[in-house]
């Protein structure tokens, strides 16, 4: 009996040992099991920690290359507005040359035409096709019916109708266009060699300009009513010549 209860005895150790093996085991493999579950926690952290470097790294290469961008962008677009800038004033400056030289040009050729009509011999025509109403007088007193007195006349009146075309007498050089407060709408053509000619009363002188070439026979102007010491008389062209500033018959010059 006696051996009996020592082999049951033995046999409920075994029993008991095997338990706590299997708890230790058992508690083994939940402790395995949270190390394993703690290390894949670190991996997954590490891995999260590390692509998130790595896209703070592209973010910051990015930025960089985004601003590198813009000041190679701002660096560009400051040179071509400094470049545009430079045109701008390039052109201008060739605007003011091409004036400059306009006026050179026109300049030269003016001074071109004065020596010319100094050389030439110069043949004065009629300006305008019509009767001459009233002679030129410097001495002999003409009456004026505008006025209503006897007074000199140091032009040439030529009737014609209104609108009537007027031609320079010989080449020159256009000296002025104005409105006289006496003889109205005037035109004085320099012809060089002390001469000028006068074309008053007119209605118009659109077809040239001061500082104008103009030739012998070119119309220069249109016939009107414009001068206040004839405005009673009928349309007609005052004409006038002068030779050194004075007034000379221009009658006697015409061929």
Do not use: C
């Amino acid at each position: 009996m006696s051996g009996k209860r020592y082999y049951i005895e033995d046999k409920n150790k075994l029993k008991i040992i095997g338990y706590i093996a299997g708890i230790a085991l058992f508690i083994t493999a939940i402790a395995l099991v949270f190390v394993l579950s703690l290390y894949q926690d670190k991996i997954e952290a590490d891995e999260q920690i590390a692509a998130q470097k790595m896209n703070n790294i592209e973010a910051e290469v990015i930025e960089s290359t985004t601003s590198s961008n813009d000041k190679g962008i701002n660096e560009v677009s400051s040179k071509e507005n400094i470049i545009d800038v430079q045109n701008v004033e390039k052109d201008s400056k060739k605007g003011e040359k091409s004036v400059d030289n306009k006026e050179d040009e026109k300049e030269d050729a003016n001074k071109e035409q004065k020596e010319k009509n100094e050389k030439k011999e110069l043949s004065f025509i009629v300006p305008l096709e019509g009767e001459i109403y009233r002679d030129y007088s410097d001495t002999n007193l003409i009456y004026s019916e505008t006025l209503e007195e006897w007074t000199t006349h140091y032009g040439v009146d030529i009737k014609a109708e209104k609108g009537s075309a007027v031609s320079a007498s010989e080449e020159g050089i256009v000296k002025s266009i104005k409105d006289d407060p006496r003889y109205g709408l005037s035109v004085t053509i320099d012809h060089g060699q002390g001469y000028e000619t006068v074309y008053s009363n007119l209605l118009s002188a659109e077809f040239i300009k001061q500082g104008d070439t103009v030739k012998k026979g070119q119309t220069i102007g249109t016939v009107g009513s414009s001068a206040t010491f004839e405005i009673v008389d009928e349309p007609h062209l005052h004409f006038e010549m002068l030779l050194d500033s004075e007034n000379v018959n221009p009658t006697t010059y015409w061929k």
